[in-house]
């Protein structure tokens, strides 16, 4: 089992369209969660920390569910900018420190005029 | 401000040759770290650095090698290239611990290497 997962997709959905992504870690000593936005053969980027009560930035909503291990990533009124891979990142992972980050495969997603 | 600078940006290898990714940051970042990516993976902490003179290893440390002597550089040595390591290396850098959400990572815009 991947320590993070997450649909791959793609996700096609028209401009306007809200469109949410799920991401399942297995380390449940995993104290930390970010979404990370990668643009097409660029560099990641932070897109936003994950808090456990939840937080909102603009269009984009980030739930944390530490009783069932997924974090959450709402778009509301997608843009043709949006378009991009969504990185789930936790920490604690394989390489055996707490503090290390582990990266999911991320979840693609096309936003359609 | 040039943020992390990554060189080259591309680079092809034959099997067997050596060479090394350079890596920089003008942001008195202490920690520094290389990833790789390859498709349908995450990326995958090859080593990392928490302060000049400190090094430590990551998930997939096995045919690299890296040095820290000043806080800016963080190069990644392939010792003997082989195929498998065909992949996009990302440097990155944080002020602190990248899993304090004060420290956010910041990445370099990538090196792609190919290994024939």
């Known amino acids: 089992r991947k320590e993070v997962e997450q649909d791959p997709g793609p996700f096609n959905v028209p401009e306007g369209a809200t469109v949410a992504f799920n991401c399942t870690y297995s380390?449940?000593?995993?104290?930390?969660f970010f979404w990370y936005r990668q643009d097409c053969r660029k560099e990641p980027k932070l897109l936003m920390s994950v808090y456990s009560s939840g937080n909102e930035d603009g269009r984009f909503t980030a739930q944390l569910n530490r009783a069932s291990q997924y974090i959450s990533l709402l778009i509301r009124d997608s843009k043709l900018s949006d378009s991009a891979t969504y990185l789930c990142?936790?920490?604690?992972?394989?390489?055996?420190?707490?503090?290390?980050?582990?990266f999911g495969s991320g979840t693609q997603l096309t936003v359609l005029p | 401000n040039a943020g992390v600078t990554q060189t080259p940006k591309f680079q092809v290898l034959k099997t067997g040759q050596s060479m090394t990714l350079q890596c920089a940051q003008d942001m008195n970042h202490e920690y520094m770290s290389w990833y790789r990516q390859d498709p349908g993976m995450g990326l995958r902490l090859i080593h990392y650095?928490?302060?000049?003179?400190?090094?430590d290893q990551g998930e997939v440390p096995n045919g690299y090698n890296v040095s820290r002597s000043t806080t800016e550089d963080f190069p990644l040595r392939l010792l003997s290239a082989a195929p498998s390591q065909t992949s996009v290396y990302f440097c990155?850098?944080?002020?602190?611990?990248?899993?304090?959400?004060?420290?956010?990572?910041?990445f370099g815009n990538g090196t792609r290497l190919t290994v024939t």
């Open positions: 990155a850098s944080s002020y602190g611990d990248p899993s304090s959400y004060n420290s956010p990572l910041h």
């Open positions: 650095s928490v302060g000049a003179g400190i090094t």
């Open positions: 380390n449940s000593a995993s104290q930390s």
């Open positions: 990142v936790v920490t604690g992972g394989s390489s055996g420190s707490a503090r290390q980050l582990t």
